[in-house]
T-cell receptor, first 115, second 114 residues
Framework: KAGVTQTPRYLIKTRGQQVTLSCSPISGHRSVSWYQQTPGQGLQFLFEYFSETQRNKGNFPGRFSGRQFSNSRSEMNVSTLELGDSALYLC??????????????FGPGTRLTVL | AQSVTQLGSHVSVSEGALVLLRCNYSSSVPPYLFWYVQYPNQGLQLLLKYTTGATLVKGINGFEAEFKKSETSFHLTKPSAHMSDAAEYFCAVSDGNSGYALNFGKGTSLLVTP
């Protein structure tokens, strides 16, 4: 099976612009989560989608948003970019089944640089 | 809310020596615990996980971890370090009550010297 794929792998934007990142989960996985990784704050949870619905959201401003499509692919959008949004954005997918949380499989990430 | 603390942001071991990376968790409910590894310019790879059952968990690449509820710990070990083990290691916790969200520790950078 193909792993989690993220596009693009690298992005350079300027302050004030907006950006959209894409994530394709492992085939059959219905839950997609997004994380932001920075040297200062480490790995922080952004949000999770399941069946096209946001199920959980981390502590990020409203400039960060996402969505999930019927084929489980997900996008996240950041509007009005700030320098502090420079980070590695990681997408992870999970096979939803009975019971509680199980492992997430991560993509390679999108490296966003805001100038 | 659940959280993890990784003791030691940098750990250095000699090739062939024991690797011990420490992780303590805080959770109001029985946790799910994970160790992930990240190599430069890559995503996270799952090493092992604890959900329920056996408290000694074996993972990939010779790593294992033991869930100790009394000590609220989930330390990662490997009997003999290899140069290829040099990477960033993250401990993470989920309680299952917040979907699949993972709370990560700050990470431990493992350096392996010849």
């Amino acid at each position: 099976k193909a792993g989690v794929t993220q596009t693009p792998r690298y992005l350079i934007k300027t302050r004030g612009q907006q950006v959209t990142l894409s994530c394709s989960p492992i085939s059959g996985h219905r839950s997609v989560s997004w994380y932001q990784q920075t040297p200062g704050q480490g790995l922080q949870f952004l949000f999770e989608y399941f069946s096209e619905t946001q199920r959980n959201k981390g502590n990020f401003p409203g400039r960060f948003s996402g969505r999930q499509f019927s084929n489980s692919r997900s996008e996240m959008n950041v509007s009005t970019l700030e320098l502090g949004d420079s980070a590695l954005y990681l997408c992870a997918s999970s096979l939803v089944g009975g019971g509680r949380s199980i492992e997430q499989f991560f993509g390679p990430g999108t490296r966003l640089t805001v100038l | 809310a659940q959280s993890v603390t990784q003791l030691g942001s940098h750990v250095s071991v000699s090739e062939g020596a024991l690797v011990l990376l420490r992780c303590n968790y805080s959770s109001s409910v029985p946790p799910y615990l994970f160790w992930y590894v990240q190599y430069p310019n890559q995503g996270l790879q799952l090493l092992l996980k604890y959900t329920t059952g056996a408290t000694l968990v074996k993972g990939i690449n010779g790593f294992e971890a033991e869930f100790k509820k009394s000590e609220t710990s989930f330390h990662l070990t490997k009997p003999s370090a290899h140069m290829s083990d040099a990477a960033e290691y993250f401990c993470a916790v989920s309680d299952g009550n917040s979907g699949y969200a993972l709370n990560f520790g700050k990470g431990t950078s493992l350096l392996v010297t010849p």
